[in-house]
């Protein structure tokens, strides 16, 4: 999970790429696009605000046992059977995420060494995306397999919508062809975001599951947790919007040179 800057960072290691650039390319275009981007760009500023205050909140709340996010960690890793999975401390705030590649879970600072209730369900969080590795969830796979493709697509995307939607205007097939492709990569960013959805939320239910199972917090303090990590599922959802809000603006665009 769960970076305050950005919503558009997951974290199993991989950006949603192309979010600034393509705000860039919006803003050029036409004023429908506050129709598109505005609703989702306001949600996301709501879920980053709901996030920090969750996260500071329970970041003050210490966990009766004491234990820290990175001990945490280590107990639920090695208790399902992931001893394997080094746990490391990374600088930022709140820049965890676990790294399926090199089998590595990352917590930054405040959450590696602080004994909060937000720093062990942040902790928790990543070590369900380990278990998710471990058992090779359809979504986590999938969302991997897709990384490579995105960053390519979102990188051509908007170059080849922005020729193609230059040429179109002199009514030509291969600028119409060429626009249509670079929606069909604006597309592929949007279902990375979606498929991100299940990813984060079913990370989050492990953590709870395995926090409760293993007695690591008590039921009255997995519901602070639970705040912190609807709040962060919330950027998620933000993020997706935020996608799928930029390829209905370019169809729509698209659609009006018809
Ligand atoms: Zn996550």
């Known amino acids: 999970m769960t970076r305050l800057h950005s919503p558009a960072r997951s974290c199993t290691g991989a950006t949603i790429p192309g979010q600034n650039r393509n705000r860039e390319i919006n803003m050029f275009f036409d004023p429908s696009w506050f129709l598109f981007a505005i609703p989702p760009l306001l949600l996301g500023l709501w879920a980053q605000s709901r996030m920090r205050s969750a996260y500071g909140k329970y970041s003050k709340v210490k966990s009766a046992r004491n234990i820290t996010g990175a001990q945490a960690a280590r107990y639920l890793l090695d208790a399902n059977g992931l001893q394997h999975v080094a746990v490391e401390r990374i600088a930022g705030q709140l820049t965890d995420h676990y790294d399926p590649r090199s089998k590595t879970l990352r917590l930054s600072q405040g959450v590696y060494e602080t004994p909060s209730l937000a720093a062990v369900g942040v902790a928790a969080h990543e070590a369900g995306h ?44 291969l600028g119409t062809s060429l626009a249509w492709l670079g929606i069909g990569l604006f597309g592929l960013a949007a279902v990375f975001s979606i498929v991100t959805l299940p990813v984060e939320f079913n990370a989050s239910k492990r953590a709870k599951v395995v926090l409760a199972g293993q007695g690591i917090l008590s039921p009255e303090e997995i519901q602070g947790v639970d705040k912190v990590l609807d709040a962060a599922a919330l950027t998620y959802v933000a993020a997706a919007a935020q996608a799928i809000g930029q390829l209905l603006y370019y169809v729509s665009l698209m659609n009006r040179r018809r």
């Open 130 to 173: 380990a278990l998710q590795d471990r058992d090779k969830y359809a979504p986590l796979m999938l969302r991997s397999a897709m990384v490579p493709a995105v960053n390519i697509g979102t990188m051509l995307g908007p170059i080849l919508f922005i020729i193609g939607f230059l040429l179109a205007g002199a009514s030509s097939m």
